[in-house]
């Protein structure tokens, strides 16, 4: 079984990017462009993970991660953002976020973020899933 994630992010290039460094996991990526996309994808489906960006064109990671919260499955958040800084990084923690992925994206870090999200007792199938392959 596939392990869902929704990327919110008006940057298609980095949904691009992203969808093909995950293509060789057992994992299902859905991209939306805006919190209200979001918004309905998280009451039709249950996701693991979200990761968004910290600027949204309708908001920004903070109501995403309020989102996830609402949604019954709450979902693991993960922040992306071109200027991560360890106080951006210890910013997002404090206030409810799994982690913060720097951008662009290197497929180890990711690789490494996503299975450390997947971690949680809930998510144990994705786990052996998102390890990276020998």
């Known amino acids: 079984m596939k392990s869902r994630i929704l990327f919110i992010s ?3 290039e980095d949904a691009r990017r992203l969808s ?3 293509l060789a996991l ?3 990526l859905d991209h939306v462009e805006t919190l209200l996309q979001a918004r309905a994808k998280l009451q039709q489906d249950d996701y693991e993970v979200v990761l968004t960006e910290a600027a949204l064109p ?3 990671w903070l109501d995403a991660l309020h989102l996830a919260r609402e949604s019954p499955h709450e979902p693991e958040v993960i922040v992306t953002d ?3 800084d360890a106080s951006f990084w210890a910013e997002a923690l404090n206030l409810g976020a799994y982690d913060l992925l720097a951008q662009p994206f290197y497929a ?3 690789r490494r973020i996503l299975n450390n999200a997947c971690s ?3 998510y144990q199938g994705c786990a052996a ?3 990276p392959a020998a």
């Open 10 to 12: 008006g940057r298609h």
């Open 20 to 22: 093909q460094m995950l």
């Open 26 to 28: 057992p994992l299902f």
């Open 58 to 60: 309708d908001g920004n």
């Open 82 to 84: 071109p200027l991560a």
């Open 108 to 110: 180890p870090e990711v």
């Open 120 to 122: 949680r007792p809930a």
């Open 129 to 131: 899933a998102a390890a």
